[in-house]
């Protein structure tokens, strides 16, 4: 294989997810981080929609966009990790209208590609 396919990874978690619907706290920790492009301690929803459009390819962008509204209980417009959390588990338990249940082992390799 060439080397045009070849990516480093830093601060990757070395583990895989403790089952298929459960993501460990380092992996939620690594996905948020992964999906905080400015690393300034909150997702904005840019970041959320571009973030999820890579990792769900049906996500329409209104169900996306609806999901991070009702998730951002402060309404700053930003979702801390404790409300990104939510929005994880509201995902893993099919609980969002338009958006199928998530795929964990899907979501922490597409991370891993969208962190640095």
Known sequence: MG??????YQNVPAT??????????HEL???FESFDKNSNG?????????AIKDTK????????????HKMDVDHNRALDYEEFKAVIKALKDGAVE?????DFVKLVLASRWLGA
């Open 57 to 68: 390819e049906d996500a329409t962008f209104g169900a996306v966009t609806n999901l991070f």
């Open 42 to 50: 909150k997702i904005s929803v840019a970041e959320f929609c571009g």
């Open 29 to 31: 920790e690594f996905i």
């Open 16 to 25: 895989t997810t403790k089952t298929l619907d459960e993501p460990s706290d």
């Open 98 to 102: 338009g958006l199928p249940p998530i």
């Open 3 to 8: 080397s045009c396919c070849t990516k480093t």
